[in-house]
């Protein structure tokens, strides 16, 4: 890690696709630690990995920062590094799932420098493990929040789980 940059590790989880859902943040800056946690009642894991880096991203309170971002998903790492989100935003998202999510992103990653590293999941990597076990103990949550994007744009879904 170098002077300004910060380290974030990114995880997400479902139980059943879709199903309760949860994601883990481990952000590492100099000697400080932050970790960052949350479980939703229905969702999916690409959701819940794409809503770990948004809300590593979010968590930041500085803007002149270089990010590193760790993640065990192909989904997040292969849009933002072979290009194809912004392919996807230059033709309006059409086709597209977790539209909500990738514009929320896109507006959070414009404001820094980021750079995306692919890692393999259950590889023993601590800091990606540790994010593992805070999105599945997320998951499992008494109380869940509501991932709205998800439920709103598939009522039909939501209504088999009531």
Same mark, same amino acid.
């Given at each position: 890690?170098?002077?300004?940059?910060?380290?974030?590790?990114?995880?997400?989880?479902?139980?059943?696709?879709?199903?309760?859902?949860?994601l883990g943040v481990?952000?590492?800056?100099?000697?400080?630690?932050?970790?960052?946690?949350?479980?939703?009642?229905?969702?999916?894991?690409?959701?819940?990995?794409?809503?770990?880096?948004?809300?590593?991203?979010?968590?930041?309170?500085?803007?002149?920062?270089? @990010?590193?971002?760790?993640?065990?998903?192909?989904? @997040?790492?292969?849009?933002?590094?072979?290009? *194809?989100?912004?392919?996807?935003?230059?033709?309006?998202?059409?086709?597209?799932?977790?539209?909500?999510? *990738?514009?929320?992103?896109?507006?959070?990653?414009?404001?820094?420098? @980021?750079?995306?590293? *692919?890692?393999?999941?259950?590889?023993?990597?601590?800091?990606?493990?540790?994010?593992?076990?805070?999105?599945?103990?997320?998951?499992?949550?008494?109380?869940?929040?509501?991932?709205?994007?998800? @439920?709103?744009?598939?009522?039909?879904?939501?209504?088999?789980?009531?």
């Amino acid at each position: 890690m170098t002077p300004g940059e910060i380290v974030i590790y990114t995880d997400g989880a479902a139980r059943g696709n879709p199903g309760p859902g949860g994601l883990g943040v481990v952000m590492k800056f100099g000697k400080h630690r932050k970790e960052i946690s949350e479980g939703y009642r229905l969702t999916t894991n690409n959701r819940m990995e794409l809503l770990a880096a948004i809300r590593g991203l979010e968590a930041l309170k500085r803007n002149d920062l270089k @990010v590193k971002i760790y993640t065990d998903s192909r989904y @997040v790492s292969d849009a933002v590094n072979k290009g *194809w989100v912004f392919s996807w935003e230059a033709k309006r998202f059409k086709n597209k799932k977790n539209v909500d999510l *990738w514009l929320r992103f896109l507006e959070v990653y414009r404001k820094y420098s @980021v750079k995306f590293i *692919w890692v393999k999941g259950h590889a023993n990597i601590p800091e990606n493990e540790r994010c593992d076990r805070l999105a599945v103990e997320a998951s499992h949550a008494n109380e869940l929040e509501i991932d709205s994007g998800y @439920v709103n744009n598939n009522d039909e879904t939501l209504n088999s789980f009531s």
